[in-house]
């Protein structure tokens, strides 16, 4: 096929943790496609390179009451491709037409490949801003938006990083503090990665 190219437009969102994000809108990203990032700024330049992965499915989704308004939320995974890693992220809404734009890595949410047919939980993402009242269940007025991704090696190497000093972040005596992996050229810090992803809406 002849490659298409297209210069992202910045734009602001709140949801966002960044609150600037960058789209596109001709080109939609295809599943076994590669696609490439130049960014050109103050007479620098980077390049990276990533595809996407077949996406796969969460199977048996369940919600289980577990004490007074709290829920958790539980699914079984059936991978079709030893061979794959997967990444599962999340976010809620009280609002039901509020749909939101972006989905936080959960804890523990990061799945190495060679996984067997197995049960999971799904638990919230990590919210320092609220740590000491944090739960890994969801509320009883919260709709859940669940997104199970197929991601590439480098997504993994990435993602499992990240997850492992955020967890290990919270331990005051023995912090941790490592800079992900990326495959961003010239010493950029993030990831270009392809999601072949599936999204679900769960709510008690």
Known sequence: DEAQT?????????????????????????????????????????????????????????TEWVRDTLYRISATIKPKDKQRH???????????????????????????????????????????????????????????YISFSAIPQEGYDYWSIWENCSVNSLNPVFPVDENPPTNISNGAQGIWCGYGSTYYIVAP
């Open 86 to 144: 997967y990444m599962i992220r999340c976010a809620t809404s009280r609002d039901n037409d509020q749909r939101p734009s972006y989905l936080y890595p959960t804890l523990f949410g990061v799945i190495d490949k060679g996984t067997d047919e197995h049960q999971i939980t799904i638990n919230r993402p990590l919210d320092y801003a609220h740590i000491l009242n944090y739960t890994t269940l969801f509320h009883s007025q919260e709709r859940v």
């Open 6 to 62: 297209e210069t992202l437009t910045c734009y602001r969102d709140d949801q966002y943790p960044t609150k600037l994000v960058y789209k596109g809108v001709y080109i939609k990203g295809e599943v076994g496609k590669s696609y490439k990032l130049n960014i050109k700024y103050s007479g620098r330049e980077w390049d990276a390179v990533t595809t996407i992965p077949e996406p796969e499915e969460l199977y048996d989704i369940q």
